[in-house]
């Protein structure tokens, strides 16, 4: 008997030792690529590598400026599109749970959020870039837009599902219109939640390749026209890391620790926020 | 808002396709897409014109195939491809493309043997026996009977190729088409063809990337890339039988022949006795009636002067850069291809 | 008190421009629902439009040819369904003890403090890696550690290929099913496992025989949502995968999956029919991962009601 159970136990300390162990290991490639991004980017950046453009072919120097304003512009557009349309559309979704528009649209949502988006990128080409006749980085804007979109949407439908309805219908019962009362009651009550629904989003695309291959396209020059082409910091490193030029595997380097930096930022003060406010995203 | 911000940019916005046109006026860009295989000299040339000019070119090199494609979808002022257009391409487009030389280049057999320290010699032959999957090892009898004295390693050939439609590969596959009846009849020539064996990268960069990061590896790519990159090439034979070089003296010796009127030829497998036999032009593509999509007069003008200019001035840059400026005569049929650039038919440079 | 006072307009009475604005509202809430919806129907009718070219021409032998050869304008997708169905697979075989470790850790064994904490930020931050950087970093690390093992095994050293790109996605897919897996276990209703303990079980007999047979079908839909997501990723495979348009005999050869094709062809392809394959595939692509995703959130939900 008391074999059988010392098996047992131990069977089950093994087990657990085994769990942790496995759970752990997440930790080795996480480290390997932040240490590796920061150790061989941090020499690369400069404030000559922050303010110029990159060089012509095969000459040593140049620097990444016009990937950066670049990509802090179509995030910046991006975001202008989708955070009004996600909140809005966030708010219909919360407050009409069981209409049948509103399950087809959260139907909707779930289906655009599993899109590849490199599909998003073909999508976007023939919706903008065809009929304009030209690459833009508006039109790379909204494909990283309509990446966006799902998961504002999300965030800001579980923040304000989590108020409770005494608080819309206590500013309903004084009297005030509906459109106050969410405006000026409900969303601001929820703004910490929806707020970091905006931010993960924005983490998201600003990594965010696959759709600008067709839609911004590139730009070797510092440009603030977002109905032309642009240079953004993920389109640099994919086209710079591929190639065989050293210059270019070092100003790649670079981008992608400010990339990273950025992306990681954005998350750790996400969760910070949301530690106040126990959103289920 | 969003078209707040798109009528600020110009007029007039009730068709679309309108937009390209308006956008000009002070519009100080243009906008250009193709070939992977001229990028290195034209990123010099275009970085000088705007030194010059004040005129920003922004040029994509997406690989020749996509250069067409983006004309054709007319989202480009000028293409570059060092495949001239082909039947079906011609009837997809419906309207005249003019083909403007810029340079010629030459493509080269480029290979990772850190331990081999002369240049390989490679006959046609087994060019295309390595890249056909029949010759499998470095230190292959047909390898070696070529070289002899070179200590060749018992490593594996790791073959590489363009993964998009490239220029580069139409010249390659035209070289191989001609000297070799196997790959004539398979795989045969063309800019992106079904390669029997090997491993794709994306335009000229991704190759040369591929041959620099894996030892014995083998690939073709622009002579430019090579030596930028330090990368060892190998010596080819051409038809006089002579084991030739690959250089800017070899591609001028390869490209020293009339142009027919629209310059559209091939330079492989040259007649020339010290002519690299992989060498080819590369081409600007423009529409030859330049008012489509309302495009405003400024900017066809900017775009046929600046061609103007890359086959005048630019060429300086080309020998320090690898690649073979054009002849003299070259020049004169390029000269009379831009003159025949029209907007609403009349000609464009007086 | 504070927020009456400061909403509460001066002159309680009825309005009919405070009425109509109180509609326009709405009825702006109901257009941003809708148009989410025709985004959605959008994509899937312009991927249809498209396609149409290359259904009509190669009809559904589409599927399991495999030639991709655009010169001679031949088109068969069986290269890439299998580079995308080996690539997908293999890394979520490769990810699931891990995903299922850290799911189990944090679920069950250590459900709060500094030590889960600070998995669980790991875990997320994993998650929030750009996937071109994963790309890079693959390119440059990876791939020379699998082209050391390809030589010592003694198959041919390319270094990138299928088992790279696979390596690469089972890091990426790991937090999806482990920060579902974690939420599952957690929902366990305590009264089970406490049945189970004052039985005598230990600890893993209760994971084993409790915890995980109650979360079964929501631990498939977690693996079913990391699928998904490996199914569609492009960057950091094609940088890795070799873009080769041939049939990979074996799981270190070059290959190429649907996304990367797409991604390296889709700039150039200047053939009706060519990219009209190409948008075929993306469709293919889009309905997969749209099966898998809806799939995977029906079986959820059903799991969070019951």
Redesign the interface.
């Given at each position: 008997m008391e074999k059988r159970l010392q098996f047992r136990l131990t069977k089950s300390k093994v087990f657990q030792w085994i769990i942790i162990l496995f759970a752990f290991l997440i930790t080795i490639p996480l480290i390997a690529i932040i240490f590796y991004v920061l150790k061989t980017g941090l020499s690369k950046i400069s404030w000559h590598f922050l303010t110029h453009i990159p060089k012509p072919v095969g000459e040593i120097g140049g620097g990444i400026a016009n990937a950066l304003v670049g990509s802090l512009l179509i995030v910046m557009v991006a975001a202008i599109i989708a955070v009004p349309i996600g909140i809005l559309c966030g708010i219909y979704l919360s407050e009409n749970k069981s209409s049948k528009i509103a399950y087809y649209s959260r139907l909707a949502v779930d289906i655009l959020q599993g899109t590849p988006s490199i599909v998003i990128g073909i999508v976007v080409y023939f919706w903008i870039v065809k009929p304009i006749g030209t690459f833009s980085a508006l039109s790379g804007s909204i494909a990283l837009a309509v990446m966006m979109l799902p998961i504002v949407i999300r965030s800001t439908e579980e923040t304000l599902k989590l108020l409770p309805d005494t608080l819309k219908e206590a500013g309903l019962a004084l009297g005030l219109p509906y459109h106050k009362v969410i405006m000026r009651v409900i969303v601001p009550c929820g703004m910490s939640g929806i707020l970091s629904g905006v931010m993960l989003s924005v983490a998201r695309i600003a990594g965010e390749t696959a759709p600008l291959l067709f839609t911004a396209f590139g730009n070797p020059y510092l440009t603030a026209n977002i109905l032309k082409p642009m240079q953004s910091l993920p389109l640099l490193i994919f086209n710079y890391a591929t190639s065989p030029y050293d210059e270019w595997h070092d100003l790649a380097w670079g981008a992608s620790l400010l990339l990273l930096i950025w992306v990681l930022l954005l998350n750790i003060t996400t969760k910070w926020i949301t530690r106040k406010w126990k959103v289920q995203l | 808002m969003v078209c707040s911000l798109i009528a600020c940019n110009g007029g007039d916005n009730t068709t679309p396709g309108k937009m390209a046109g308006n956008a000009s006026g002070g519009d100080k860009t243009l906008l250009g897409a193709g070939s992977t295989f001229v990028y290195p000299l034209f990123s010099k040339q275009f970085s000088e014109y705007n030194k010059l000019t004040g005129i920003k070119v922004n040029y994509q090199s997406i690989g020749s195939g996509g250069g067409i494609l983006q004309l054709t979808n007319k989202t480009v002022d000028f293409g570059d491809s060092d495949a001239p257009l082909n039947e079906e391409q011609t009837q997809k487009i419906g309207v005249p493309v003019l083909h403007i030389p810029m340079c010629s280049g030459a493509v080269v057999l480029s290979y990772n043997l850190p331990t081999v320290k002369d240049t390989l010699k490679l006959t046609p032959d087994v060019i295309a026996n390595i890249f056909l999957g029949k010759i499998k090892a470095w230190n292959d009898p047909q390898i070696t009977s070529v070289n002899a004295g070179v200590q060749l390693p018992n490593t594996p050939i790791v073959v590489t190729h363009r993964s998009d439609g490239s220029g580069t590969t139409n010249i390659f596959t035209t070289y191989l088409a001609k000297v070799n009846t196997t790959w004539n009849t398979k795989p045969g020539k063309g800019s992106s063809i079904n390669w029997p064996i090997g491993l794709g990268g994306k335009g000229n960069e991704g190759v040369a990337g591929l041959i620099k990061q894996t030892p014995g590896a083998i690939g073709y790519i622009e002579l430019a890339y090579a030596i930028q990159n330090k990368m060892a090439f190998a010596k080819v034979q051409n038809k006089g039988g002579n084991f030739i070089t690959p250089s800017v003296a070899s591609t001028i010796a390869a490209g020293n022949i009339p142009l027919p009127a629209d310059a559209k030829v091939s330079l492989t497998n040259t007649d020339a006795a010290d002519g690299y036999p992989i060498s080819g032009f590369t081409w600007a593509l423009i529409y030859k009636e330049q008012s489509y999509n309302n495009r405003a007069q400024d900017r066809a003008t900017n775009l046929v002067k600046l061609l103007w200019w890359n086959i005048h001035e630019g060429q300086q840059y080309c020998e320090g850069l690898h690649y073979a400026p054009l002849s003299t005569s070259a020049v004169s049929v390029a000269e009379a291809i831009l003159k025949s650039a029209t907007y609403n038919g009349k000609p464009i440079l007086q | 008190m504070e927020?009456?006072r400061?909403?509460?307009p001066k002159k309680?009475t009825f309005s009919y421009k405070?009425?109509r604005?109180?509609t326009a509202?709405?009825r702006?809430?109901?257009i941003?629902?809708?148009?989410?919806?025709m985004?959605?129907?959008?994509?899937f009718f312009?991927?249809v439009i498209?396609s149409i070219p290359s259904f009509r021409a190669l009809g559904v032998n589409f599927f399991w040819s495999k030639?991709?050869?655009?010169?001679?304008n031949v088109y068969g997708a069986l290269p890439f369904l299998l580079g995308t169905l080996i690539t997908s697979f293999l890394a979520l075989i490769i990810s699931i003890?891990?995903s299922?470790?850290?799911a189990?850790?944090?679920g069950e064994?250590n459900t709060k403090g500094w030590l889960s904490g600070l998995?669980k930020?790991?875990?997320?931050?994993?998650a929030?890696?750009?996937?071109?950087?994963?790309?890079?970093?693959a390119?440059?690390?990876l791939?020379?550690l699998v082209?050391s093992l390809e030589s010592k095994i003694g198959v041919?050293?390319?270094?990138?290929g299928i088992f790279t790109a696979s390596l690469v996605l089972a890091?990426m897919i790991?937090p999806y099913a482990?920060s579902l897996g974690r939420e599952l276990i957690r929902m366990v209703p305590s009264a089970l496992k406490e049945g189970a303990y004052s039985l005598g079980a230990?600890?893993?007999?209760v994971?084993r025989h409790v915890v995980l047979p109650y979360t079964k079908s929501g631990l498939l839909a977690g693996l079913l949502l990391s699928l998904?997501r490996a199914?569609?990723?492009?960057?950091a495979v094609t940088?890795v995968i070799?873009?080769?348009?041939?049939l990979p005999d074996s799981i270190f050869a070059?290959g190429?999956t649907m996304?990367s094709v797409?991604?390296?062809?889709?700039?150039?392809?200047?053939?009706?029919l060519y990219l009209s394959a190409l948008?075929e595939l993306?469709l293919v692509?889009?309905l997969v991962?749209?099966v898998?995703?809806?799939v995977g959130?029906m079986i959820i939900k059903r799991f969070s009601n019951e």
């Open positions: - | - | 927020i009456v400061k909403v509460l309680v405070k009425a604005l109180e509202f709405k702006t809430l109901l941003t629902a809708l148009l989410m919806l985004i959605a129907v959008g994509v312009t991927l498209h030639t991709w050869d655009p010169v001679s003890p891990f299922y470790a850290i189990i850790y944090l064994y998995l930020n790991i875990v997320e931050l994993v929030a890696v750009p996937s071109v950087i994963y790309g890079f970093w390119l440059v690390v791939v020379p082209r041919a050293p390319y270094g990138v890091i790991i482990a230990t600890r893993y007999e994971l998904g199914l569609g990723e492009t960057m940088m070799g873009n080769t348009s041939l070059p190429n996304a797409i991604a390296n062809e889709f700039t150039e392809a200047d053939r009706t948008i993306g692509l889009f991962t749209l898998i995703n809806v959130k």
